[in-house]
């Protein structure tokens, strides 16, 4: 998470759990960009468009807090992968009513989801294994981990390149600035988003 630690991470668990509501809300709102990121990367562009991940990761934060007397991890992995599951099966949630309610749309899955949270509305030739999936799940995870450890203006630019699609008229549009100066911004980003992805190889 940026501009948290796992050792900050791990003092916000211990002081939320002695009943301090500000380290709780710290907490949530430090892993809030990341679970953003997450939903983005495990919704498929086909169910994205009528389930907006913000919404998504808003239950998700909704039902931890809820939850969080009966989360008994004490690391900063611990409670990704805790929220990450929680996410995961309001995904699921989400998929299943799709399916109910557009059944002559054809199949919507979660990207890199396990046979538990695979849902489709028609069966498909091509299902990956489970290890397979599994590789695909880590690699979700390093990828939004490295993406939130971005300065803002990476983030955003990445954010509207890749997980929106949208052209770069538009990106500098929406980032006021020239599409030159977005361009650069964003092989900035890339290059930097690699050289992170390979340091957590």
């Not at 990341?34 to 990761?57: M, N, Y």
């Not at 990106?171 to 030159?180: E, G, H, I, K, L």
Request: glycine content about 4%; proline content about 4%.
């Amino acid at each position: 998470m940026p501009e948290t630690t796992s050792a900050a991470v791990s003092e916000l668990l211990a002081r939320a759990r002695e009943g301090d509501a500000d380290a709780l809300n710290r907490l949530y709102e430090a892993s809030r960009p990341w679970l953003a990121i997450v939903a983005r990367a495990c919704l498929e562009e086909k169910l994205r468009s009528r389930v907006d991940p913000s919404d998504l990761v808003q239950q998700t934060l909704l039902e931890a807090y809820r939850a969080f007397e009966g989360f008994a991890g004490r690391t900063e992995g611990e409670w990704l992968a805790w929220l990450r599951q929680i996410l995961l099966r309001n995904a699921v949630d989400y998929v299943r009513w799709f399916c109910t309610a557009k059944r002559g749309a054809g199949h919507v899955s979660l990207a890199g989801a396990d046979d538990r949270s695979a849902i489709r509305c028609e069966p498909t030739a091509d299902i990956p294994s489970p290890s397979e999936q599994a590789v695909v799940h880590e690699e979700v995870l390093r990828l939004a981990q490295a993406i939130t450890a971005l300065s803002d203006d990476y983030q955003q630019v990445i954010q509207l390149r890749h997980f929106e699609q949208l052209p770069f008229d538009e990106v500098a549009q929406r980032m006021q600035r020239s599409r030159p100066a977005v361009q650069m911004l964003w092989l900035r980003a890339v290059r930097r988003l690699k050289d992170l992805m390979d340091e957590r190889c």
